[in-house]
């Protein structure tokens, strides 16, 4: 159902009748501003701190960030879900003092089987599924917890626990928000939207965006917004970026961008102690990339327009038309990162972006948003607020699974000794067959392909690839590969696909070679191992030629017909162009 339709029940923010009404004192100042890409001077902050989240001390936290999820036009369900990537160990981390006094449950099954030996809960997910969260129940006391508990994630009040789910990232992508912008709060026996308006403390009275702050409370705007920044804890998995999008109110009855200026974000790595260390990505909205600036509302005498901004990657592919579509970006897993945005200073910019409320929970792993501040300050609100930033997009899980998988290894024949593990395939010199490595002989384990873990199906709904490995980076000799998704989310297999490498012949004179293959997704991210292609008497102890990525790999996924026009599906019979190859479209 739409969003909107969840929300009827709820007194929602009005843009007019909930701006963050605070004092000047409200503000918490931060002499230290990131380095990047500004470069006015170096970031000093240290990490975040956990926080106490619940009275009794009973409660678990959850590494890395994690989003909630909906579609772009805010498609989704009754609750917002958290979502995990796939084939990842996610750890629930047990807080309480006396870790043992406390069982872990599942749905009201016990579930403590899967506590490690720290009283932790571990768990893996696989794609496209929908799983219960863990609860944390003391066998002394009255008490437990959940992950919905004390949070915007789904409002508690007169319904089950139990019925917050985790969700693995599925096709198609989704709009993520680390704090949960269609969730609710209760105040003074009030439900309200999590989402706030723009609109704040600034001297345009906006929240995160264009205006000066009064820092000493004397009437006297002393300091100019540049931009604002959200800094997130680092992922499970990788992720791909294709849009990020900020909810937004303007002055400018054209939209926040005026015509010839663009305003950028930028995707920055940060090291462990918070330093930015590396600008991953550059995202840009013009005056083209605003929608829905339409709505208006009057406020501080003004009238306000609201929409969203849609900032896009300035690295792009050109087709053999001419025609630029932007690329997806790669965020790198374990890595803490910061979105910084940058041009709310720009002449004929007017732009208050949105701000969250976060529960005691939610602060333990998302950071305050913070103001920038051209004279070298930045600046914060004492009340828990970040900004209201979706990032359009997925975990990106390549699994290439190695030896430890099947039941086949646990038991007494399996010949262990020789097994040289599932991704190590030998290709006969006459290119016809293929066999699992040290295992051939034995018909019970010989599956003679890769199992190859994806996020979302290998083929599209047109047949074409989400997954493949780069031709450039073929040796001359490997034609491609056959993919079996017969059992992709089936019983047994789930999520796993059925990788064949075609190879040529060996050519007269040649009694052996071999090859690593890495798997791509978007934004260029690889699987976890790689594919080893063993042909004729080749061996692993000759040493292995290297086929891997030393650049980005880029996923062409524009599809035109032979006028050079965008197309999204061909139809029957249809001639098209992808990766700058012709293709027929065959009835099925």
Known sequence: MKKSLLVAFALACAVTGNAQSVSKGAMVHRSDLPDMPRQKMAMANGPRKVKKSVDNDLYYTIPGA????????????????????????????????????????????????????????????????????????????????????????????GTDPNELSLMASYSPELMM???????????????????????????????????????????????????????????????????????????????????????????????????????????????????????????????????????????????????????????????????????MDEEGVSIGAYALFKSEVEDTYIENGYLLMKEGRAFTFANPLCADVDLLGQFEVIDVQTKDFLSAESQDDFPAADFQGWNVLRVSADGQSVSTEGIVGNENYDMGCAFVGTSVPWFDEDGLPNYDVDEELLPEWVEGLQVDTTYYNSDGLSGYNLVIPVCKPLPEGVTGRSCRLDIFGNAGIAGNNQIIILQGDATLADGIAEVKADKKVIRKRGLYNLNGQSISTPVDGQLYIKDGKKYLNRKK
């Open 66 to 157: 994690l989003f909630g999820g909906w579609t772009v036009d805010g498609m989704g369900y009754k609750y917002s879900m958290a979502l995990v990537p796939p084939f990842t160990d996610v750890t629930f981390a047990n807080q309480n003092k006396d870790k043992f006094a406390c069982s872990w449950f599942i749905n009201g099954n016990d579930a403590t089987e899967n506590a490690t030996e720290n009283g932790d809960y571990v768990s893996n997910y696989s794609p496209d599924g929908w799983f219960y969260t863990p609860a944390l129940q003391h066998r002394k006391i009255d008490g437990s917890y959940q992950f919905n508990e004390d949070n915007y994630w789904v409002l508690t009040e």
């Open 177 to 343: 928000t680390p704090c949960d912008n269609h969730g609710h709060r209760t105040s003074n026996g009030n439900v309200y939207r999590n989402a706030l308006s723009g609109y704040g403390f600034l001297s345009t009275a906006f929240l995160f965006g264009t205006g000066q702050v009064d820092a000493e409370d004397d009437g006297i705007y002393d300091y100019t917004a540049y931009g604002f920044e959200q800094t997130y804890n680092p992922l499970l998995a990788p992720m791909y970026v294709d849009e990020i999008h900020i909810n937004a109110v303007t002055y400018n009855d054209y939209g926040p961008i005026p015509a010839g200026k663009s305003i950028k974000a930028y995707i920055i790595a940060l090291d462990e102690e918070g330093a930015a260390k590396e600008v991953l990505a550059t995202f840009e909205a013009t005056a083209a990339d605003t929608l829905d600036f339409k709505d208006n509302d009057e406020y501080n005498g003004k009238t306000g327009y609201y929409g969203t901004v849609v900032y896009r990657n300035t690295d792009t592919f050109t087709d053999i038309f001419g025609n630029q579509t932007s690329l997806p970006a790669a965020i790198p897993a374990g890595v803490p990162f910061r979105i910084q945005f940058e041009g």
